[in-house]
């Protein structure tokens, strides 16, 4: 080493030294680092960690910071060597137990080096300090790598020794290759005993959902953690590392590299999404609005400005969004907090598109479509790391813990992808064994799924089950089940075509509205506040549940309503008084609660023959009832095969379905064949001949 570079690490050592023991923090007036340094022996790990602000340096030593961002690795010596020196300064006897590699230097700061997003990482950064934000997507388990490493000769005539340690972070000690004493190669062991190992784990981020450019692969860089750096978040959290930009050998017959990065630091920036910040002025500005009579109006006026109409389900995607908490009671059971809502209608009545603005202004969401989405992509994967194990990778429904998961074309997935998250949607966990790995995985995700009828568009006179490619046992895990249909109304059409022409031209659609970010505010917000349940609430909640429960007929065996819909009630309840910003659920909270309930029931469960809503067929796949539809088919089919499938005369099929079925009005029942006939379920092959759409002719 030159007198130059000796000079220059002496006088960097000197400042960094007088720095550790001589900064002021200037909100608090107190010797920030010295007080760090005091507390560093009484951690727990081997190594110990120095947090450094990056904005302290540059502050106080702006060319050491220079330095930093430029030559990392020679700069984190300079620190590590500074800070041993003023430890030993502070507690010389706790300074002797220890060595100054033991000692991590740590560098936190939203601005440390150069901050860079993901996407923007390339080989002009290799060997400098950067900054990159984004979704940790997967964390290996724990390994061993060498820190300080004995070598002993082995051959018996030998045994001698050598010491090799890591120089820098990220880096292992080099075995020798050749003995000083007996002149021969490769001839070392490592003596475990007296080596010293350090506890490391690999990590991968990926980019924010949000910041992804349109019809782009998210792209990842690898993570290298070192202790103590260990278990410091968990896949799902949004995290920030600052580290050393590094290559490492891709394992393949070319000579291709690949980026990674050495962590100095990362830290956990929580499961939402933390570009958005509240400050006390946004808060007491919320409180202050809340007070308007017509705020709540605002707020769902707000929601997709673009889509016209459709007001309930812009309502319903809110309180899904905002929800209700978690409550564990004494029995240790927990009650899910989250609302599930599926929108189930014809195309083009802009259901992906009030998915998509659900996603973008909720604090956490993710938006998948049920075509490209599988079991492992929706949950978790177990996957090869690094280090030759097997670790998870965690898929959408799991990165979207404490946020909302959108599933486009839920119905297009294939049912053993499907099944996955039946376990999601009610016990607010993924479990996974496979690969040796035995894991249950926190998934406290809203779910917000949308699917097209099988038949293109919505059939009224099927029972819900017929018209969607979905199982019963997912479907009653929904709190909330929207139709959106299509239905051809001249003055509707007209204000729909008016609505588009002045959202395209950004005119009146806008105005009175509330802006995305404001949303963002208010939505996190919201989610924030404990609402207390009156009594009145309550007493209107069971008055309803009970009147509904007297209408169950035990010779048919309609059910009305399940225990599953009250537990969904109060869930709506508890959403709607947090979306009006109110700390008590009142009588008006369970009044929108019960119309969100009441729509969704009548659209989805409603039973044509008795005029009444019965749950069952979308509990079990279907009503104990068969609906007159279905009756008549069941006839027409019968008849058919006496005929060996064909035509059958209309006045033959109205006798029979008199005589066996509680049909008895003749007129009722052609007018049922002629809606039939319209709906392309019958059709008419000559005058007084019905047959079954599709029924073949046996030869």
């Known amino acids: 080493m030159s007198d130059e570079r000796i000079d220059t690490r002496e006088e960097r050592v000197t400042e960094l030294y ?8 200037p909100a608090t007036k107190e010797y920030k680092y010295k007080d760090r340094l005091h507390e560093l022996p009484s951690q727990p790990r081997r190594f110990k960690i120095l947090r450094v602000d990056f904005d302290d340096l540059v502050i106080s030593l702006p060319e050491i910071a220079m330095e930093l961002s430029r030559d990392p690795r020679t700069v984190i010596e300079y620190m590590q060597e500074a800070a041993y020196e003023a430890l030993a300064n502070i507690r010389p006897l706790d300074a002797e137990a220890m060595s100054k590699d033991e000692i991590h230097i740590a560098i936190v700061g939203e601005a440390a080096g150069t901050e860079l997003r993901i996407r923007d990482i390339s080989s002009a950064y290799v060997g400098r300090l950067i900054t990159i934000s984004g ?50 190669k490769n001839t070392f062991r490592i003596d475990p005993r007296r080596t010293i190992y350090k506890d490391v784990q690999f990590a991968r981020i990926q980019e924010k959902p949000e910041e992804l450019p349109p019809g782009q692969i998210p792209r990842f860089i690898d993570i290298v953690l070192e202790e103590p750096l260990i278990d410091v978040a968990y896949p799902g959290e949004y995290v920030r590392v600052v580290g050393i930009l590094d290559i490492d050998r891709v394992k393949s017959r070319e000579a291709r590299y690949q980026f990674r990065l050495v962590a100095l630091s990362m830290e956990s920036l929580g499961k939402e999404n933390v570009e958005t910040k509240l400050t006390k002025k946004d808060i007491e500005m919320l409180k202050e609005m809340s007070k308007s009579p017509d705020f709540y109006d605002k707020i769902l006026r707000s929601f997709s400005p673009s889509i016209y109409g459709h007001r309930h389900v812009k309502e319903a995607l809110l309180l899904a969004i905002i929800g209700a908490d978690d409550k564990v009671l004494p029995d240790g059971n927990r009650i899910r907090g989250r609302i599930h809502v599926l929108l189930v209608g014809d195309p083009g009545v802009a259901k992906s598109q009030l998915l998509k603005y659900a996603v973008q202004i909720a604090p956490k969401g993710i938006y998948t479509s049920g075509r490209g989405s599988t079991a492992a992509g929706l949950t978790a994967a177990v996957i090869k790391d690094p280090g030759g194990g097997m670790s998870l990778e965690a898929g959408a429904v799991v990165l979207a813990d404490m946020g909302i998961c959108a599933i486009d074309e839920i119905d297009k997935m294939r049912n053993e992808d499907r099944v996955a998250i039946h376990e999601a949607m009610e016990q ?111 007493a209107k909640l069971k008055e309803f549940f009970l009147s509904r429960r007297k209408k169950y007929d035990p010779d048919t065996g309609t059910m009305p309503i399940t225990n599953r819909q009250f537990e969904a009630l109060i869930r709506i309840a508890e959403a709607s008084a947090k979306a009006h910003l109110r700390e008590v659920v009142t009588v008006e909270d369970a009044e929108i609660a019960i119309n969100q309930l009441n729509k969704f029931l009548r659209e989805v469960a409603f039973d044509e023959e008795s005029q009444e809503v019965d749950v069952t067929s979308i509990l079990v796949g279907q009503s104990k009832k068969v609906s007159k539809v279905h009756t008549v088919l069941d006839i027409i089919s019968e008849m058919q095969d006496e005929v060996d499938g064909n035509p059958v005369p209309i006045e033959e099929v109205i006798k029979r379905v008199v005589e066996k079925t509680r049909l008895k009005d003749p007129d009722e029942i052609a007018r049922l064949l002629d809606k039939m006939h319209d709906q392309g379920l019958v059709t008419y092959p000559q005058p007084g001949l019905v047959s079954i759409v599709g029924k073949r002719r046996k030869k």
């Open 135 to 184: 979704l940790l997507v997967k964390l290996s388990q724990v390994y061993l790598k060498l820190h300080k490493a004995m070598y002993v000769c082995t051959n018996e005539d030998c045994g001698e020794e050598i010491i090799r340690e890591a120089r820098f972070i990220g880096e292992e000690p080099t075995p020798p290759k050749e003995c000083p004493s007996c002149k021969r």
């Open 428 to 538: 607010l966990t993924v479990s996974v064994s496979k690969g040796g790995i035995i894991a249950t995985l926190n998934a406290r995700t809203t779910i917000i799924a949308a699917a097209n009828p099988k038949g293109g568009r919505y059939n009224p006179h099927l029972y819900f089950t017929d018209n969607v490619n979905l199982p019963p046992t997912l479907i009653s895990r929904f709190d909330i089940i929207h139709l959106m249909r299509d239905i051809p109304d001249p003055k509707a059409d007209e204000e729909l075509i008016d609505h588009i022409i002045m959202a395209r031209e950004g005119e009146k659609v806008y105005e009175d509205t509330f802006s995305p970010d404001f949303l963002k505010k208010y939505i996190l917000y919201a989610k924030r506040l404990k609402p207390v349940f009156t009594e009145e609430a309550y």
């Open 18 to 25: 007088h720095f550790f023991l001589n900064y002021v923090d």
